[in-house]
């Protein structure tokens, strides 16, 4: 960019003249780009999840190589390896990952479920994890749809498919009681409640607004 001292204007063309009055142009200093480089940081991120891929990698393979040598049973490198493939999921899903808040949300809360679920199934399967962790779990959801549907305001009938995918897995548990895996119910049926109460809510309240996202969801 070079300026015209005598017209007192700016030139933006590759020039050394002024188009008006012929004088010779001023250059000046080019501006910085003051734009944040998003491309550099992410690869800086990539980067820095590929070591820690790495290093999980190397440590799992080293306790593996050490439960070989005690004979004793891989229950400690499974559930090490279960934890760091579980903060490598987060990284790559929560971090990295180009889904909206609310997917990541139940993203990250399902990885953790299942990674309680994986720890209490080798340590004896209690079955904590599917009696207690798997119901709070969809509370957990629940209570951030409420969040997320007070915060987007102008858009709050959005969230309706996830509450909708809340009532289908908290009767899906159910499922599993009847499988005899699970041996507690009660945590369940407040789930179960909660989300049928949180969807009604939602329909009621929200009135014809929320009857036409239904009806543009289902075609109907």
Not at 48 to 74: K, M, P, Q, W
């Amino acid at each position: 960019m070079s300026k015209c001292n005598n017209c007192r204007i700016e030139i933006l063309d590759e020039t050394e003249y002024c188009p008006l009055c012929h004088s010779v142009l001023e250059k000046t200093e080019e501006m910085e780009n003051t734009y944040p480089d998003i491309r550099m940081k992410s690869k800086l991120i990539l980067f820095l999840s590929n070591i820690y891929l790495f290093l999980a990698i190397a440590t799992e393979s080293i306790l593996i190589g050490y439960s070989i040598y005690r004979g004793d049973g891989f229950l400690e490198a499974i559930i090490t390896g279960a934890v760091l493939f579980y903060i490598y999921a987060l990284i790559r899903y929560a971090i990295m990952g180009k889904s909206n808040i609310r997917w990541k949300i139940l993203g990250v809360t399902m990885i953790t479920v299942g990674l309680l679920i994986v720890i209490d199934y080798f340590i004896g399967f209690t079955k904590w994890s599917v009696n207690y962790v798997l119901p709070t779990g969809i509370l957990v959801i629940d209570v951030w749809i409420i969040i997320l549907m007070i915060v987007n305001r102008k858009n709050w009938q959005s969230y309706m498919m996830m509450q909708l995918a809340m009532v289908l897995c908290s009767g899906g548990v159910f499922i599993a009681y009847w499988l005899h895996i699970m041996t507690t119910p009660v945590v369940a049926i407040v789930a179960l409640y909660a989300s049928i109460l949180l969807f009604l809510g939602t329909v009621i309240i929200g009135g014809r607004r929320a009857r036409m996202e239904l009806k543009r969801r289902f075609h109907i």
